[in-house]
């Protein structure tokens, strides 16, 4: 299983350009013959359109970086680009000193405004470089591998708002309806992720609610504010399920993570946690502090760091 981003985007650009470089290069050659013939150069490129699986754009550009063909897509042959300069595109620099065809970084595109990537094949004339042919895809309809990135469980640390830094001594803590009734609380969200198929909550001490995902409905999240969620008939509300067998998190260490929360909340008047999540499917502990800094931590690694640590150094506010 694969887990990091770079890796799967390098998965995924490989496979593509597996898929395009022998098409590409048939394209180049065709394309020598008709190089300095506009007219040919567009019907040719029409015809190869429909033999590029998922292409939205064709054009060709010479050696200098200027257009030499119309826009081809499926819907029309626009001349009106021809001559325009595209010399500052990194694709077309990147595949200057390239044979086999160059992949552009994902872009957001001018026209569409969705995600879409180019694939540039230089084109040869009596040995000499000629230009390129550019073919330009729009993300939605290319086939990807059926590959997905997956949580990682590596300690992430995010710097906030540094305006809401700044004011942190300024603005001491002040008990929360949540706060005076915190006991109550966590009885409840322990009982409902034990038993009750939640299997992430986050409680958000400030604001005095809590915020539920549940295995049987992931996709739709409940909010319960304060008189909801201290209230134990609301277990009521959902129905019995067993722990999930796939979750990380051993239903025992569920309880000590969230007392854990509750002790960052309370532990300074100026450094406190102004929420805190735990998700037992993948593990991760998520943190807000009142300095608007965010770590995100299995919690493992949160239960062994006692709160000397969090009080001994500013690592609630600062990135690694």
């Known amino acids: 299983m694969i887990g990091d981003q ?5 998965l995924q650009r490989d496979a593509l350009h597996y898929a395009l470089s022998p ?8 394309c020598a013959p008709v190089w300095e013939k506009t007219d ?3 019907g ?23 257009q030499i063909s119309a826009n081809v897509s499926p819907d029309e042959v626009a001349a009106d680009r021809l001559g325009q300069d595209l010399s500052a595109r990194p694709y077309l620099r990147a595949a200057s000193s390239a044979s086999d065809c160059v992949l552009s970084d994902v872009y957001i595109s001018q026209t569409s405004g969705r995600p879409c990537i180019t694939a540039v094949q ?4 009596n040995g000499c470089l000629a230009g390129f042919v550019a073919v330009d895809f729009d993300l939605r309809e290319v086939p990807l591998l059926q590959t997905t990135l997956q949580p990682g469980l590596d300690w992430q640390q995010i710097t906030g708002d540094p305006a809401i830094r700044l004011q942190m001594f300024a603005q001491p803590r002040s008990d929360s309806a949540m706060d005076l009734k915190i006991d109550d609380v966590v009885a409840i969200i322990d009982e409902l992720m034990c038993f009750q198929g939640v ?11 809590a915020t539920l995902w549940l295995t049987d409905d992931p996709y739709h999240y409940r909010i319960h504010v304060l008189d909801d969620i201290i209230d134990p008939s609301v277990c009521l509300a959902y129905r019995k399920r067993d722990y999930p067998p796939a979750a990380q998190v051993d239903p025992s260490r569920i309880r000590p993570v969230l007392d854990r929360l509750v002790d960052l909340r309370i532990m300074d008047e100026n450094l406190y946690l102004r929420s805190g999540s735990l998700n037992v499917m993948n593990g991760l502990v998520g ?27 500013p690592a609630a506010c600062v990135n690694s």
């Open 44 to 66: 040719l490129l029409q015809v190869w359109l429909e033999k590029i699986p998922h292409c939205r754009l064709i054009y060709a550009v010479n050696a200098r970086g200027v």
């Open 40 to 42: 040919l150069l567009n």
């Open 23 to 30: 098409r590409l290069a048939t394209l180049a050659r065709r």
């Open 6 to 10: 770079d890796q799967i985007i390098d």
């Open 122 to 125: 230089a084109v040869h004339v």
């Open 287 to 313: 943190l807000n502090f009142s300095c608007d800094g965010s770590h995100y931590m299995h919690y493992d690694e949160f239960l062994d760091k006692g709160i000397d640590f969090w009080m001994g150094q």
């Open 199 to 209: 299997f992430h909550a986050k409680l958000h001490f400030s604001s005095s609610r």
